[in-house]
């Protein structure tokens, strides 16, 4: 009996261990299966977390503050998370070779406040999984707590009710939650559930979001970028469409087209344009001066009319003029633009660890947008002009490009416009063959004015400086635009339709009429005595009858005030006074 006790006992306890090594296989495998971040695996979540954005960039475009055509979120984050999923060369990479690999396209790519914001954010992922092939949820937790820190660094004055508090809160409560059963499913799950409650919670942060009644734009991207994230690893199918071959040529610096590179051969450009019969008449349209056109700004023309459709084919350095002029009679159905450059892989790598040769001590890199606005700020001193501004704000690339081809030893660099400030300074921070000065110009008013007053005999660099930050000091600008909703900002009650006339981040008045709304601006604008001059970019919306109205108001308001009119064919905004 003793021994048929024994037997028994060994028995079970053999059984018992072979079913805890089966069951620890079993979670072995589920493990390696969900609960492992790999980089095959993170590659998956970006190109998701990518695709869901994407798909939700006009809605996030729509929580604008002010009711104004300009919401650019969207798309901004939209396209700094496309130039991280096209960093991914699509080979086998571990998870820290994949993070840093979409790091550097991010970071490249990045776009407005809130894309710099993001590409920091992943930067800090990148390092917090430096030299891993794997990650499990402790790893990632700490990864994601070193992308909040490095995210909240970019920001000189973190404000909370951000696209920063939605991604801290929503770490914070994951790692908070992570324990023995923790994998990476249950990490991003939490992170995404906490996102929504946090992003819900921004409008009691941040005072002008509960008054506009939206919630934070940032917060909304990065909330769609999780869930795009935690979609894939609940082995849910998110389709998406890879960026063109141009787009992942740059961001993964394929074809030998990097930071450093020329532009040569210019742009391919195909373009598909439905005439409009409220911009032109489509009968008798003119495909002689559209001809004229292209020939002035590229070759290998073809061009021919169909219908009420245009189609055209040409070889140009500035597709962008192409793509402005064919706006003037119709709208797009397809446009396709290719670098040509980087089928030209020899020359390019060859001028790649080229360092530019410095031609002079000072330089200046300016952003707008409008070709007489364009004009304008080259023959105040601009040596370039980055084509850019609200609803099209240029990324760090374009700012590192245009940082070489200034060739100079101390480049300033104005973005006249908040939100491409961080951009620029990113770029600035990752150019190393020039002392670059980003000036915080936060409108086309200042700087306008900071150039105007560009001096650079002192020879002093700092002192330079100073003396462009003091000349914009006093500078208020104006924009005229149309409300696109329904709002009260500030103690003004908007209506879809009305005219709007902000004065910084105010909304001086919203009206019907939109020679009573200039009239209002420009009597707040010169309600100060001091001030004497005003000048007018008129937009491309601009009309010629509240141009003269505009222009009679301010000479019968200023007594021996000047103004200046500019064609600057700008966008979103018909009117842009810069008040001196």
């Not at 917090?128 to 700490?142: F, K, P, S, W, Y």
């Not at 009679?329 to 390019?348: A, C, D, R």
């Not at 660890?353 to 364009?374: H, L, N, R, T, Y």
């Not at 416009?417 to 008013?445: C, F, H, W």
């Amino acid at each position: 009996m003793k021994e048929s006790a024994e037997m028994r006992q060994r028995y079970l306890t053999t059984v018992k261990g072979i079913l805890a090594m089966e069951k620890t296989a079993v979670e072995s495998e589920l493990k390696n299966k969900t609960g492992i971040l790999d980089g095959k695996l993170f590659a998956k979540i970006i190109t998701a977390g990518a695709a869901n954005i994407r798909a939700n960039a006009e809605m996030i475009n729509a929580l604008n503050v002010f009711p104004v055509p300009d919401g650019d979120t969207g798309s901004n984050m939209s396209m700094t998370m496309d130039n991280g999923a096209a960093a991914l060369s699509g080979e086998e990479l571990t998870l820290f070779e994949a993070a840093e690999a979409v790091s550097q396209g991010m970071l490249m790519g990045a776009r407005g406040n809130s894309g710099v914001i993001l590409s920091q954010f992943f930067y800090g992922v990148a390092r917090g999984l430096e030299g891993m092939t794997e990650a499990d949820a402790v790893q990632i937790g700490r990864a994601m707590k070193e992308g909040v820190k490095r995210a909240y660094s970019a920001v000189m004055k973190p404000a909370e009710g951000t696209i920063l508090t939605v991604a801290r809160e929503s770490v914070e409560y994951a790692v908070a939650n992570i324990n023995e059963n923790s994998d990476a499913i249950s990490v991003f799950s939490d992170m995404t559930e906490e996102a929504e409650r946090s992003l819900e919670r921004t409008p009691e942060l941040l005072p002008i979001l509960k008054e506009a009644g939206v919630v934070d734009s940032g917060g909304m991207g990065l909330l769609k970028i999780m869930e795009g994230m935690t979609a894939v690893l609940e082995g849910k199918s998110v389709t998406y469409e890879a960026p063109s071959a141009m787009q992942k040529s740059t961001a993964a610096k394929a074809g030998g087209f990097g930071v450093d590179s020329e532009m040569t051969y210019g742009y391919c450009t195909e373009l598909l344009l439905q005439l409009q019969n409220s911009k032109t008449d489509v009968i008798n349209f003119d495909m002689d001066n559209l001809n004229a056109f292209l020939a002035s700004v590229g070759n290998s023309i073809v061009s021919f009319m169909n219908g009420s459709i245009v189609k055209i084919h040409v070889h140009t350095l500035t597709p962008e003029k192409v793509l402005e002029f064919c706006r003037r009679y119709g709208e797009f159905l397809t446009v396709k633009i290719e670098n040509m450059s980087v089928q030209h892989t020899g020359l390019e790598e060859e001028k790649k660890d080229e360092k530019p040769v410095i031609e002079k001590e000072f330089g200046i890199v300016a952003v707008c947008s409008g070709e007489g606005m364009k004009e304008t700020f080259e023959g105040i001193g601009a040596d370039v002009v980055i084509d850019g501004g609200q609803t099209n704000n240029p990324s760090a690339g374009d700012f590192l490009q245009a940082f070489k081809n200034v060739s100079a030893e101390h480049i300033f660099v104005f973005p006249n416009n908040s939100n491409i400030i961080l951009a620029a300074k990113q770029a600035a921070d990752m150019y190393k063959d020039a002392d670059v000065r980003v000036i915080e110009s936060k409108s086309i008013g200042a700087g306008y004015v900071g150039i105007s007053s560009f001096d650079t005999s002192s020879g002093d660099t700092d002192e330079i400086e100073a003396e462009i930050n003091d000349s914009m000091a006093e500078v208020e600008t104006a924009n005229i635009s149309v409300a696109v909703r329904d709002a009260a900002i500030n103690g003004v009650n908007i209506r879809k339709g009305d005219i709007m006339g902000l004065i910084g981040k105010l909304v001086a008045i919203s009206t019907p009429d939109i020679k009573k709304a200039i009239a209002g601006v420009i009597d707040k604008l010169f309600s100060n005595v001091k001030r004497f001059m005003l000048t007018v970019f008129c937009g491309a919306e601009a009309d010629a009858s509240v141009t003269e109205f505009l222009k009679n108001y301010f000479k019968e308001k200023v007594a021996n005030g000047e103004i200046y009119l500019i064609n600057g064919g700008q966008s979103v905004y018909p009117y842009i006074l810069v008040a001196e």
